[in-house]
Structure formats: C-alpha cells, structure tokens
C-alpha cells in the first residue's frame, strides 16, 4: 500500500505541474501568437483570425526534480520505493514542500489587423490556474507512519484554482523608426476561485490520542450554500451545490482588470531588444463567495467498544468514522462568510534580444521569469530562428536552462497552406539521460533503466490561423 501511495503522489508531482509561457513563439515572427508574450511585437501578416478553441497553451511545472527518485550507494541505484532510499536527504532538498502547478489557456475568438504603423488585436481567452503545494510532512507521514510522540506540520498545504475568461484588445504602434511600444488590456470575468492558506497546521500523535491544531482560512467562489438555516457553518453532507450552467458562466459580478505592456528598440539594421511586463492585474470576487475562517483544536481518543460482539465493533468503527468529520468541525468551530475578496494574477517579465545576420535567420536570448508565490521562476533561452518573408515554413530552435532546473531543449515550426497557417512549439524537452543501475530486492536480480537526469518543467503550444497578407511590411535592407 505504502507503495502505491507514493507511486501516485510523486507522478502526481512529475506529471500535473507547469510554469513558464512557451518562450520559443517570441522570436517567431510569422506566427501571430508571438504578440501573447509581448504586446509591441508585431506580427508579419497583414490580417490574421485564429480559428476557435484550437489556439491553445499549456505550461507544467514543479520544483520537484526526477533525478531525486534515485539514489546511489555502492555502485547500485534505489528508488523511493525502497527501503534503502533515504527521504532526509529528500526533506532537506525541499524544506517547504512539493509545488505543483499547471496553467492551461485557449482562445475561443482571436485576431487582428495592420492599420498604417500600428497593429491591432482582439481576442477572448480562458484560463484555467492551478498552484498548489504538498508539505515534506506528508510524505514524512507515509514513510514513517504515526509512531508515539510525532509532531508534523501541514501549514504549507496550499490548494488554489483560478478559473476565469479575459477578453482583450492590443495596440502595438511604431512611435519613432526605431522605437515601437506596445499594451494589452483586458477585462476579465471570474468563473471559479478557490484560495487556501494555514498559519498553523499542526498534527501530534501519541498511543493515548491524536491533536489537530487548526488556524487557517479558505474562501471560495463557488455555487454552493455551506451555512444552515441559523447562518452557522452546516454539516459537510449538509452542504448543497448549484450544478446549473448558468452558474459557471462567466460573470461581470467576479470583474477584474489586467494589463501587459512591451517595448522593442532596434539599435541598428540587425540587433534589437525588447522587453515585457505582462498579467499586471487582479479579479474581484462578489458572487457565489464563500469564506471559512478556522481556528482552534480538536482531540481523537481512539474507537471505544464495551461489547465483544463482532456485529457491535463493526457498527462501532462504521459510525466513528462518519463522525469524526462532524467531530472536528463541532470543535473547531468553523466560521462562515459571504465577504467579497480580491486575487492578483500572476505577472511575468521576458527581456529579450535579437540578432539578424540576414532576413530570414536570427538568434534569440530571452530571460523569463514568473512570480509564482512562494518561489520566483526563472528561465534562459537561446534559440536560432528561421523566418523566411515568402514564408510557407518557419522553424526555431535552441536551449532553455531554468534555474534550480535543467538545460533543455525547445523547437517549435510553423507551416503556411495558402491563407491557412499551423504551428507548434514545444519547451524543454530533456537533453540529458542517464542509466540507473537497480536492485531487485524480491527477485534478487538486477535491472537498468534510462530516464532524465534532470526535469522538472514543460511547455508547449499548438494552434491555426487564417492569414491575410502574411508578407507583412518590408524587411529593412
């Protein structure tokens, strides 16, 4: 059990995380896409559409790196799975816990158009956030068990969804022959939220009793009633949830206001720098909210039977552990809210440069970096680009190195069919393998396995576009 416990937890860090945009779309100039990382770009068609829903991003991350699962000791590799393998060594690594998170995005209507020096775009987009945290505890707690006299403590736990749809418009304008500037500004309309945070959280076990010390806040905007007729906190099977549609439909009543705002300065015919500041904003949330504030103790005793009768245990224990819920929340004392509360969005800065030998080839740096609390994500890019201006195929690749990461590789392309275009980025894939060399334990025998040494992020993104005038303006001679 204690096995699959930890298969499931760790692939649920390897696999449901993300962080940084997929950053090789910012030196691709035939793809229109490339304005969503800096809105003074300027794309080289004329017109564009992106064709519904197809338009899309998706950005996993964790902190937590694969060549942790292994260990070495004397010549042979163990995995978390085996007794050998030493989880201090692991604690100390990550002292606040595991971070996972995911950011997934689509356009659902999207495009835009060359009005003399400028270029403007349009579109509306849905997001859907994740950022959650799991602390070193609990895996303290299913490797070690709950032997007498352990203290551990969870007020790192953090759990936040942010589900909501932007609808934008950009203006990028030349404003001299080497300066263009450029912003974006949305309006966003909340769907889901929820947000969690502990100052203490904190579990004590002994052979006498078990202690939960509980202080801590969650609020939620969700379609669900979780306080009684009295105003006070209901029962968990008490709580009723709306599950209409017209609930999750994006609301004016959960507003909120973004803004990106990018500068490109071409320095002579062939070396340009740029930079961007993007997702500057907040969402307020005023309908369906809902706030639980919590702050005291709760003791478990143990299950008490005074008959023998296997019938009575049964029954017994059954009905303990349906009301060890209503047990905590009765001592607790939970406090219900319906108070309108307020999110930040998560701001991004990229500072690039480019340089262009000749008109259809360049090469890109890009410096990326997220501020996802409670860690700051931090990427470098270098990429080689191809952007021909008779262009039915465009190409880039290059390396990415993430801080407290890897060195990875990225590629993306792009491949025009008269008006219709196809593109696909993917970020840091793995450049580095190494072979492991494990013991089998049941069998006695010996097994190898090849696996990234170091991996810890990806990126990718995939869309369409109908495309009108995709030479765009001249190229400087």
């Known amino acids: 059990m204690k096995k699959i416990v930890l298969s499931i937890l760790f692939a649920s860090l390897f696999f449901g995380a993300i962080a940084q945009t997929s950053t090789s779309l910012y030196f691709m100039e035939n793809v229109p896409q490339s304005t969503k990382l800096n809105p003074a770009l300027q794309p080289r ?43 201090n060594q692991l604690y100390s690594k990550y002292k606040h816990g595991f971070s996972l998170n995911n950011d997934f995005s689509t356009s659902l209507l999207s495009g835009g158009f060359r009005l003399g020096k400028a270029y403007i775009t349009i579109s509306y987009d849905a997001h859907i956030d994740l950022r959650s945290n799991i602390p070193s505890d609990a895996f303290k707690l299913i490797d070690r068990g709950l032997p007498d006299g352990s203290n551990l403590s969870f007020k790192d736990l953090r759990f936040n969804t942010l589900i909501y749809t932007d609808l934008s418009a950009a203006l990028s304008a030349k404003l001299t022959d080497n300066l263009t500037a450029g912003v974006r500004a949305k309006q966003i309309l909340g769907i ?44 968990i099977d008490s ?3 709306n599950s209409s549609v017209k609930s999750f439909i994006p609301s004016l009543r959960n507003p909120g206001w973004g803004f990106d705002f990018g500068t490109q300065y071409d320095i002579n ?46 029954d017994n224990v059954v009905n303990s552990f349906e009301n060890i819920a209503d047990s905590i929340q009765t001592q607790i004392k939970p406090k219900p809210g319906h108070k309108t509360y307020a999110t930040a969005l998560t701001p991004s800065l990229l500072i690039g440069s480019e340089y262009k030998p000749c008109r259809c080839f360049s090469v890109g740096i890009l410096s990326a970096t997220k501020f996802s609390k409670p860690s700051i994500d931090q ?99």
């Open 269 to 314: 015919e062939k070396l340009s720098i740029s930079a961007a500041l993007n997702n500057i904003g907040f969402v307020v949330w005023a309908r369906q909210t809902n706030n639980i504030t919590m702050k005291g103790k709760y003791t478990y005793t143990g299950i008490h039977c005074e008959t023998s009768s296997l019938n009575d245990i049964r």
């Open 45 to 87: 068609t004329n017109i564009f559409v992106g064709i519904p829903v197809l338009n899309f991003y998706e950005n996993l991350h964790t902190n937590f790196n694969v060549k942790n699962l292994f260990q070495e000791k004397n010549g042979l590799t163990y995995t978390f799975l085996q007794k050998e393998f030493e989880y």
């Open 379 to 477: 990427q470098f890019s270098v990429s080689a680009n191809f952007n021909p201006r008779h262009d039915w195929f465009s190409a880039t690749t290059g390396f990415n190195y993430s801080i407290k990461g890897a060195l990875t590789a990225s590629m993306g392309m792009s491949i025009n069919l008269k008006v219709l275009q196809l593109y696909t980025v993917i970020d840091n894939i793995p450049l580095t393998y190494r072979s492991y060399i494990l013991p089998e334990s049941e069998t006695k025998s010996i097994s190898k396995i090849n696996a990234p040494y170091s991996f810890n992020n990806f990126s990718m993104a995939f869309g369409m576009n109908i495309m009108v005038g995709s030479s765009g303006p001249k190229d400087k001679k």
């Open 239 to 241: 709580i009723t949830i």
């Open 192 to 235: 889901t939220d929820i947000r969690t945070k502990f100052n203490q959280l904190d579990l004590y076990t002994s052979k006498d009793k078990w202690e939960l010390k509980l202080d801590g806040k969650v609020d939620v905007a969700l379609p669900i009633d979780i306080t009684d007729e009295n105003g006070e906190m209901a029962l």
